[in-house]
């Protein structure tokens, strides 16, 4: 059974810093899907934040951009997300989600739609004060 855990959420003031991360298990690898990162804030729908393709190519969504940063650190199984600069608007669940096998280059269409995607881990929440 396929299984991503998340962790690292947390509380943070404005203009600090977060490091989540994203545990796969029940996969021989993850290496050859992509993993990626959404957001879902109270009373809004969940939202695409970035990706990680089997390349090693990243996707961002523009509200993040220049301050989120997604990366494979220990290997194929795990995706981490590093948060600098963070703002109240990036209050929110955060939630990894991982593809079935992909191309070797994905593109941000496919990265971005939560279709594209067939597990999802539990969320982590993150909340930063103004």
């Known amino acids: 059974q396929e299984q991503l855990v998340e962790s690292g959420g947390g509380l943070v003031q404005t203009g600090g810093s977060l490091r989540l991360s994203c545990a796969a298990s029940?996969?021989?690898?993850?290496?050859?899907?992509?993993m990626g990162w959404f957001r879902q804030a109270p009373g809004k729908e969940r939202e695409f934040v970035g990706a990680i393709d089997r390349s090693g190519g990243t996707y961002y969504a523009d509200s993040v951009k220049g301050r989120f940063t997604i990366a494979r650190p220990y290997g194929p199984n795990t995706v981490s997300l590093q948060m600098n600069s963070l703002k109240p608007d990036d209050t929110a669940v955060y939630y990894c989600?991982?593809?079935?096998?992909?191309?070797?280059?994905?593109?941000?269409?496919?990265?971005?739609?939560?279709?594209?995607?067939?597990?999802w881990g539990q969320g982590t929440q993150v909340t930063v004060s103004s």
């Open positions: 029940g996969r021989r690898t993850f290496g050859d899907a992509v």
């Open positions: 989600g991982a593809t079935r096998r992909t191309a070797f280059y994905a593109n941000i269409m496919y990265v971005s739609d939560q279709k594209s995607y067939v597990t």
